[in-house]
């Protein structure tokens, strides 16, 4: 399964790591981050494996992969990976729309634009057009996080 911290495979998990990502680790503060042991033949010094929980990583590598333009990157939050919540189109946005007193394409901007994308993401774009935006849940703090991707 692949993550936003790297993949994780079945000797991953059991370890409690992922297998890691290039990374800064004074961007990631709160998360115990292992480093790459030194090896001649690997090329990155700066390479991060991120600590988790066993069962949770675990419980991953079980967990159905979803449908993407690229693959899968799960995303965690709280220190444990997030749950997925389905892939957004415009019926969702509508949905969420009066309880947030803005329109969908509103909503669907402020996605965007909180991920840095810098192209302009239209509804029609969402429903099956070439973008999908992938929406998670964390367990702990029931916060959203969304990651786009296209073809």
């Known amino acids: 399964m692949n993550t936003e911290y790297g993949m994780v495979r079945p000797e991953d998990a059991r370890a409690g790591v992922t297998h890691g990502v290039p990374l800064d680790p004074k961007r990631l503060p709160d998360l115990p981050l292992v480093a790459h042991p030194i ?4 090329p990155d010094e700066h390479w991060y ?9 675990e419980e991953l ?10 693959g899968e990157q799960w995303l965690f939050c709280c220190g444990k990976p997030a749950v997925f919540a389905g892939t957004l189109n415009s019926r969702s946005l509508a949905k969420f729309a009066p309880r947030i ?4 394409q509103d909503i669907l901007d402020g ?11 239209s509804l029609q ?11 998670f849940r964390c367990r702990e703090c029931q916060g959203l996080l969304s990651h786009v991707d296209c073809d």
């Open 125 to 135: 774009d969402l429903d099956g057009g070439s973008v999908g935006v992938y929406v």
């Open 61 to 70: 590598t079980r967990t159905p992969k979803y449908h993407t333009w690229q």
């Open 101 to 104: 007193g803005t329109s969908p």
């Open 49 to 57: 494996s991120i600590k988790c929980d066993p069962q949770d990583l």
């Open 111 to 121: 996605l965007v634009s909180q991920l840095g994308i810098r192209l302009p993401i």
């Open 39 to 42: 090896d001649p033949a690997f």
